[in-house]
T-cell receptor, first 114, second 114 residues
Framework: GNSVTQMEGPVTLSEEAFLTINCTYT??????LFWYVQYPGEGLQLLLK?????DKGSNKGFEATYRKETTSFHLEKGSVQVSDSAVYFC?????????????FGTGTRLQVTL | GAGVSQTPSNKVTEKGKYVELRCDPI?????LYWYRQSLGQGPEFLIY????????DSGLPNDRFFAVRPEGSVSTLKIQRTERGDSAVYLC????????????FGPGTRLTVT
């Protein structure tokens, strides 16, 4: 079945540091890939997405590139801020059905300090 | 405009009791999803509605779980004979047509079974 594996947290960084959160996936076919973010006390929000190989999703300074050859979708940001502290979830959509249901990783908590 | 809303935000119930969790999707969204998020895990798919019908209920863990969407808008997730293992945050999401469109998540209902 489909699965998503992402690096365990928490990840603790100083402000302005470079961020990488690794994500790899297993799926039949060609899924779409997503990063969702959950800020403290808030619901899940879509951060960025990529729908085919070599696509780069980007938003709010975050980027991720769909790498089919390595089945990866790593999240990066060049300079994190305290306000980026949140839990980040990598997810894929089922490419074999019509439901577009999402399969999520376990989440990675990011803590950014001054 | 209004986002996805869920009620109640918190529900505490005793083992063996029946509970109902409500989801109000974004107006006009035809696709509605239920997910369950256990502590320290990513959300897991439960069921997907397209309009009034359950198009995919493959994620429901057993026959104690049931969901309805009688008028194609509001949905209710029903859990019979609750067990302590049902304790989790239940998330609802909606999208405009379910076909690779962004899913908008509600804040969730935290269910605790004592």
């Amino acid at each position: 079945g489909n699965s998503v594996t992402q690096m365990e947290g928490p990840v603790t960084l100083s402000e302005e540091a470079f961020l990488t959160i690794n994500c790899t996936y297993t799926a039949t076919g060609y899924p779409s890939l997503f990063w969702y973010v959950q800020y403290p006390g808030e619901g899940l929000q879509l951060l960025l997405k990529a729908t085919k190989a070599d696509d780069k999703g980007s938003n709010k300074g975050f980027e991720a590139t769909y790498r089919k050859e390595t089945t990866s979708f790593h999240l990066e940001k060049g300079s994190v801020q305290v306000s980026d502290s949140a839990v980040y979830f990598c997810a894929l959509s089922d490419p074999t059905g019509t439901a577009s249901k999402l399969t999520f990783g376990t989440g990675t908590r990011l803590q950014v300090t001054l | 405009g209004a986002g996805v809303s869920q009620t109640p935000s918190n529900k505490v119930t005793e083992k063996g009791k029946y509970v109902e969790l409500r989801c109000d999707p974004i107006s006009g969204h035809t696709a509605l999803y239920w997910y369950r998020q256990s502590l320290g895990q990513g959300p897991e798919f439960l069921i997907y509605f397209q309009g009034t019908g359950a198009a995919d209920d493959s994620g429901l863990p057993n026959d104690r779980f049931f969901a309805v969407r009688p008028e194609g808008s509001v949905s209710t997730l029903k859990i019979q004979r609750t067990e302590r293992g049902d304790s989790a945050v239940y998330l609802c999401a909606s999208s405009s047509n379910g076909l690779m469109n962004e899913q908008y998540f509600g804040p969730g209902t935290r269910l605790t079974v004592t």
